[in-house]
C-alpha cells in the first residue's frame, strides 16, 4: 500500500511501512525511512507505483484547463477527491485524482487552499484582478529580461540611463532596472561600475568618480540654502599690526596671518591671527547646522566644495586691504632659544597688509637668504625673525621628540588648466618640498598656537577638542594629552576655522576663554562633559575620512591622467615595502607583480604598462634596479 502526502508544500508518494492512529511509518523508494502524520495524508493507493503516480499526475494535471476546471468547481469550498469524482464522471484513479489535486493547487490565482486538500474557487472579481497582475508581472518580466540582453550586448536602454546614478548609490533593489541591470552585470561577469561606464551611462571615468562621491555625500547639490550674515565683530579695536598671510594662489579662505614686533635684540613678540567666524556662527544656528553637515571643506585637483557658504568666508577671510576681526595668540618670546615669556589672547579687528602666495615666493625665500643680513628678501623685516624663532620653537620640539622632524619628501600641488571635469584638460604637478623655509615658519606658527590654545582651555576647565598621539595612536578626544610626534603637551585644532569644523567648534570655546577667563567654563558653548563634543569627534572624523578617501581618488585620477599626457613609458620609483613603490615622478604609490625582494628606499626602473581610470590602479613591470647614486 502506498500514500499521497503534503511536506512543506511539496507532494511526495511513498510506501507505508507501518501505520497507527495518528502518524505512519513509509519507505522511499531508495529504502530511507521516515515518520510523517497522519493529518498530512491526501489518500492512500495500491498502483501504480508511487514515482510513476506523480510523473503520470503531474503530466495529466499539465493538460488540464484551469479554466475549465474554475468554471465546473462548486462555488463553495470543497474536497479536492470528491471534485475529481464530479471531474470526470465516474470514480477516479489515484493518477487522476493525484492530478486534480496538483491541478488545483498549482493554479493558486483560482483556487484558494482552505486546509488539507480543500479547496475554495476565486470570487470572479478577485479572479479577474489577480489574472491582470499576473499579466503585468509576467510583462515586466519580459521587458526586464529584454533590458538585460540589450546591455548584455552593449546597448544602454533608456530606463536604465535615467537612473544610472542611483545604480551605483542607493539603488532600489526592488525595481525592475535594478534586477535587469544586476542580471547584466552577472552574466557578463563584470561591476557595475564597468558596466555602466562601458555602456557609456558615463562619458568616461572621471564623470562617474566624481558624480558617485556627489550622489553619495551632496544628493541635494553642493550649494547652500539663503542664509543671513551676520556683520559680528566691527566694534571690535583696530590691532597696530603689520601682518601678512601665506597660502596658495588657489586659496580663498584666508585662515590665518601673522605679524612680528621687535622688542630688543633677542625678543619679539609674534601676533598669530586667526579668522573669527565664531563670532557670528552661533551653536545650534543655521549657519552653525550647514557647517556641522559638512564638517570640512572638500579639496581635490582644481576643485574645491566648502564648509561654509561663500558670503560668510568673503566677510571673515582675512583679505588684505580691509579690516577683519580676528582671534590673535601674541606671544612674546627668545630668539636664541624660543622660550616662550608670556602669551595673550585678544579678540580684535586686523587689517592684513598683503596676502602673500607660496608660487610667488618660494623661489626667492630661501635658507641662505633668510639666514644672511645682506642677501636680497621681499619683506625681510617681517619674515627674518619669524624665521628665527621658528627654528628655535622647532628645536625645543625636537628635543621633546627626541629626534628631527623628516619633512624633506617632496608634495605635488595639482594644476589643471582646463575645467576639472575633462578628462583631456592639461594637469601639471608642482613639486614643492614639506621643509620648504614658508612652509615650516607657518606651520611652526600654527603649531604654537594650537598647543597654546588648547593649554588656555585646559587651564580654565573650557572642555575643547584635542589630537594626541600616544604610544604612536592618533586620535581625537575631549583631554588635552601629549602628542608625541608633534612634541607639544597638548595640541587642539584651532587655526582653520573656515575650513574645519573641529576648528571652529576651538573657536568658540577659546573666544569664552579669552573673555570670561575663569569663568569661561559656566558660559561656554559647550560645558564640561558635554556628549554632544564627542558625537562631532565621531561625525568629523568619519566625514573627514570620506573627503580625504575621494581626495586620495582625484590625485590619483590625475596623476594617471599626467603619467599619459607625459608620454611616460619609463619611470623611477622608490621602494616602499614588498611590492609597494612610490613614483619618484609623482604622488603615486601602486604595486609591482613580480618585484624582486629589496630594501626599503632602493630604486626601481619600471616600464608603464597602462592604467586602469576607473580602478585607479597603474600595470607596471620591474626593469632593472636603479644605480647607485655616485
Known amino acids: 500500500m502506498y500514500v499521497l502526502y503534503e511536506e512543506s508544500g511539496n507532494f511526495k508518494a511513498e510506501k507505508i511501512f507501518s501505520q497507527g492512529e495518528s502518524s505512519l511509518q513509509v519507505e522511499s523508494e531508495s529504502g530511507k525511512r521516515s515518520k510523517i502524520k497522519a493529518a498530512t495524508v491526501l489518500f492512500q493507493f495500491e498502483q501504480p507505483a508511487p514515482a510513476q503516480l506523480l510523473a503520470q499526475a503531474r503530466e495529466q494535471a499539465a493538460k488540464m484547463e484551469v479554466d475549465f476546471l474554475w468554471e465546473c468547481a462548486p462555488q ?42 480543500r479547496y475554495r474557487p476565486a470570487p470572479p472579481d478577485i479572479l479577474a484582478a489577480a489574472l491582470a497582475a499576473i499579466e503585468k508581472k509576467r510583462k515586466q518580466a519580459e521587458q526586464q529580461q529584454e533590458w538585460t540582453q540589450q546591455m ?16 551605483l548609490v542607493r539603488p532600489d533593489k526592488n525595481s525592475m532596472q535594478w534586477k535587469a541591470f544586476d542580471a547584466a552585470v552577472e552574466q557578463t561577469h563584470s561591476t557595475p561600475e564597468r558596466l555602466l561606464l562601458r555602456l557609456g551611462a558615463w562619458p568616461h571615468a572621471l564623470a562617474l568618480h566624481r558624480q558617485r562621491f556627489l550622489a553619495s555625500n551632496f544628493p541635494k547639490g553642493t550649494g547652500f540654502p539663503a542664509v543671513e550674515i551676520p556683520a559680528a565683530g566691527d566694534e571690535l579695536p583696530l590691532a597696530e599690526v603689520e601682518a601678512y598671510s601665506v597660502d596658495d594662489s588657489s586659496t580663498s579662505e584666508i585662515d590665518d596671518a601673522l605679524s612680528v614686533r621687535q622688542i630688543d635684540a633677542d625678543t619679539v613678540q609674534v601676533g598669530i591671527h586667526i579668522a573669527a567666524p565664531g563670532l557670528a556662527i552661533l551653536r545650534g544656528g543655521e549657519l552653525d547646522n550647514i557647517a556641522r553637515e559638512r564638517m570640512s ?28 576681526p580676528a582671534l590673535s595668540l601674541y606671544v612674546t618670546a627668545r630668539l636664541s632659544d624660543g622660550e616662550v ?33 645682506d642677501a636680497a628678501l621681499p619683506h625681510a623685516q617681517w619674515l627674518r625673525p619669524l624665521w628665527r624663532l621658528a627654528l628655535a620653537l622647532s628645536a625645543r620640539r625636537d628635543a621633546v621628540r627626541g629626534k628631527p622632524e623628516n619633512n624633506n619628501r617632496v608634495e605635488y600641488s595639482f594644476r589643471l588648466d582646463g575645467p576639472p571635469t575633462d578628462p583631456d584638460t592639461p594637469v601639471q604637478l608642482v613639486p614643492r618640498r614639506r621643509n620648504a623655509p614658508l612652509d615650516r615658519l607657518v606651520a611652526e606658527y600654527m603649531i604654537l598656537a594650537n598647543n597654546l590654545w588648547g593649554g588656555l582651555l585646559a587651564q ?22 601629549p602628542h608625541e610626534a608633534i612634541g607639544v603637551p597638548q595640541y587642539a585644532w584651532s587655526t582653520s576655522p573656515l575650513r574645519r569644523y573641529v576648528d571652529l567648534v576651538n573657536q568658540w570655546q577659546i573666544l569664552a576663554a579669552a573673555e570670561h577667563g575663569v569663568s569661561a567654563r559656566l558660559v561656554a558653548p559647550f560645558k564640561p562633559r558635554d556628549a554632544d563634543l564627542l558625537a562631532i569627534i565621531g561625525a568629523f572624523d568619519s566625514q573627514y575620512a570620506t573627503w580625504n578617501e575621494f581626495q586620495n581618488a582625484m590625485e590619483r585620477y590625475w596623476c594617471l591622467r599626467w603619467l599619459q599626457q607625459q608620454g611616460l613609458r619609463r619611470v623611477q620609483a622608490a621602494v616602499l615595502r614588498d611590492d609597494l613603490v612610490r613614483l619618484a615622478c609623482a604622488p603615486f604609490v601602486t604595486r609591482v607583480a613580480g618585484l624582486p625582494e629589496l630594501e626599503r628606499g632602493q630604486i626601481v626602473t619600471l616600464e608603464i604598462m597602462g592604467c586602469d581610470e576607473l580602478a585607479l590602479e597603474l600595470d607596471c613591470r620591474y626593469l632593472e634596479l636603479a644605480p647607485a647614486a655616485a
Do not use: C, W
Not at 548584455?152 to 545604480?167: D, H
Not at 610667488?360 to 633668510?370: F, M, P, R
Open 341 to 373: 615669556l608670556q602669551h595673550e589672547t585678544r579678540i580684535e579687528r586686523i587689517q592684513v597688509a598683503q596676502n602673500l602666495r607660496h608660487d610667488e615666493l618660494d623661489g626667492a625665500i630661501t635658507e641662505a637668504a633668510l639666514d644672511d643680513p
Open 76 to 117: 463553495e469550498e470543497f474536497e479536492a477527491a470528491t471534485f475529481a469524482q464530479d471531474y470526470y464522471g465516474r470514480p477516479p484513479d489515484a493518477v487522476e485524482k493525484a492530478a486534480v489535486i496538483f491541478a488545483l493547487n498549482d493554479a493558486p490565482a483560482y483556487f484558494h487552499r482552505r486546509g488539507k486538500g
Open 152 to 167: 548584455v550586448q552593449g546597448k544602454l536602454p533608456e530606463a536604465i540611463a535615467e537612473v544610472a546614478q542611483s545604480l
Open 297 to 324: 571643506t572638500v579639496y581635490f585637483p582644481g576643485e574645491k566644495i566648502t564648509m561654509l557658504p561663500d558670503a560668510l568666508i568673503a566677510r571673515y577671510s582675512l583679505d588684505a586691504g580691509s579690516p577683519r
Open 460 to 481: 580654565h576647565g573650557v572642555p575643547g577638542i584635542y589630537r594626541s598621539q600616544q604610544a604612536g595612536r592618533v586620535r581625537m578626544s575631549t583631554q588635552a594629552l
